[in-house]
């Protein structure tokens, strides 16, 4: 197997203060190898799209389609935020998926970082603002790396000193002043969940015309209210769609019609809500007042509101002249090695893009792996054994969005993978070493739909539940009665 020359890497940038970005850093800190480590944040604070914006103002066409936009703007909010922004300035924040009432659809028991796990001292499927302020603390170590306010405007490919290094724009959002820096390496954690996806349907764009505002997608709710006595689509039936459908059913005309192309393993019966096929067209006055006929034919006309739950798009407009490019659809990432490396760029790193994963864990294996491959303790592949893997990933899932869904087992399969490799680094145990998943971990995993649905089931009641084994979900009970059917059938 033939492998790239490692380059010589001293000075890192990390786009983004999310989980992602934080947990990359204290991997890269802990090879206690590289000069320099700055992360750019465009917001006030730690948390990336676990931020809260009250405010969730924000313009997207209808239909939405394409995943090129320019970068999202600052909103502005008065205020002190920690030692950030001081003298009752104004702080940066930008509109994110996040709503009021959010509760994670994982259990605590898998979300958090294997070195804190101190989210376990909350209700088991945690609220937003617990996480927020749970992120807060963890990221407290690399504070001192950040640089707070910060919008990353491009990052592209210059030659310094006859090598090839990667040269950062970026803007700080209170002086707007830009300015500019170089790097060996450059990790993009910036997420994916800031272009919503919302599909080019027959008479979508006519029809949004003439009902302004009854049209939206789900970046944009915080609150049920503004749904109070209506009649609503929700259209996706993601861990969003069915929570936020639960939410706004509690002030809307009943049943909230669903529309989905496939059951969820999250749904759960429920009176409030009605499952419908998908939307094939938004229908002209002539059949009716906001009308819309499903798959199956059947027209439903005076709805009130439609909210679009149908995900968001790939997208990273900082990274405008890569040479190929990455983005073409906004599906997928293109041109990647193992969901992590530019196959062509291999300085450059993706971290978090995979879906249906647990996402703190994922990018701790992501940030073991790119801090050990950029200290020269792991090598690469040659370019040509990267392209095939791709090549292979796309014959398996696709080439458009299955690309980047892991569902489980694959996502902790490929969590395991990382962690393998990360290990067998030079010197493997030395730095921080990411931990695989456990049995008893494997097993929650499994379960973990059941356990959402048992958890919703408790009502108010489910903010008092902070363990598995108050739904009935015990591992060493399962354990034992395995062990007790294996016995009898070695009779």
């Not at 605590?108 to 749970?134: G, K, N």
């Not at 599906?331 to 647990?358: H, M, W």
């Amino acid at each position: 197997m033939g492998s790239l020359p490692a380059p010589k890497i001293k000075r890192v940038a990390i786009v983004g203060a999310g989980p992602g970005g934080v947990a990359t850093a204290k991997y890269l800190l802990a090879e206690d190898y590289f000069d320099t480590i700055d992360i750019f944040e465009q917001q006030s604070s730690f948390g990336g799209v676990w931020n809260y914006s009250e405010n969730s103002a924000g313009f997207i066409d209808i239909p939405q389609t394409n995943p090129n936009q320019p970068l999202d703007k600052p909103l502005w909010r008065s205020g002190r935020v920690d030692d950030v922004v001081k003298n009752g300035l104004q702080h940066a924040t930008f509109t994110s998926p996040m709503y009021e009432q959010l509760e994670t659809n994982i259990p605590h028991t898998l979300m958090a970082f294997t070195d804190d796990t101190s989210l376990q001292d909350h209700q088991l499927f945690p609220t937003r603002e617990t996480v927020i302020r749970y992120l807060e603390n963890y990221a407290e170590d690399v504070k001192y790396l950040v640089k707070f306010q910060t919008q990353v405007l491009d990052v592209r490919r210059i030659s310094e000193e006859g090598r090839n290094v990667w040269q950062v724009h970026f803007r700080n959002l209170q002086t707007e002043k830009i300015s500019e820096k170089t790097y060996d390496a450059v990790a993009i954690a910036s997420g994916h969940y800031t272009v919503p996806t919302l599909p080019d349907i027959k008479g979508i764009k006519e029809w949004n015309l003439a009902n302004k505002g009854v049209i939206s997608h789900s970046k944009f709710y915080r609150r049920p209210d503004n749904f109070e006595n209506k009649k609503v689509i929700i259209i996706g039936n993601s861990a969003s769609g069915i929570d936020i459908c639960s939410q706004i059913a509690t002030v809307s005309k009943y049943p909230v019609l669903i529309s989905e192309r496939s059951e969820s393993p999250l749904s759960f019966a429920a009176d409030y809500r009605k499952s419908v096929p998908q939307i094939i067209e938004f229908l002209p006055p002539s059949h009716g007042d906001r009308a819309v006929r499903f798959a199956d034919g059947r027209v439903e006309a005076d709805i009130d509101a439609i909210l679009f739950c149908t995900g968001y798009y790939y997208s990273f407009p900082f990274l405008p002249s890569l040479n190929p490019k990455i983005i073409s659809t906004g599906d997928r990432v293109k041109n990647l090695y193992k969901q992590l490396f530019c196959i062509d760029e291999p300085t450059l790193a993706f971290i978090g893009l995979p879906s249906k994963i647990i996402p703190f864990r994922t990018v701790e294996g992501q940030g073991a792996v790119v801090a050990r491959v950029w200290s020269k303790r792991l090598e690469l592949p040659s370019t040509n054994e990267m392209r095939e893997d791709e090549t292979n990933v796309i014959a398996e899932r696709g080439s458009g969005k299955s690309f980047h869904v892991l569902p489980y087992p694959k996502d902790l399969e490929y969590h395991n993978l990382m962690v393998d490799w990360a290990k067998s680094a030079t010197d493997g145990e030395r730095g921080k070493v990411p931990l695989q998943w456990s049995k008893r971990e494997t097993w929650l995993r499994e379960r973990f739909p059941a356990i959402k649905k048992a958890f919703a089931g408790k009502g108010e009641e489910r903010h008092k539940v902070k363990t598995v084994e108050e739904l009935g979900f015990d591992y060493d009970a399962w354990l034992r009665e395995q062990d007790a059917e294996t016995n009898i059938m070695s009779w």
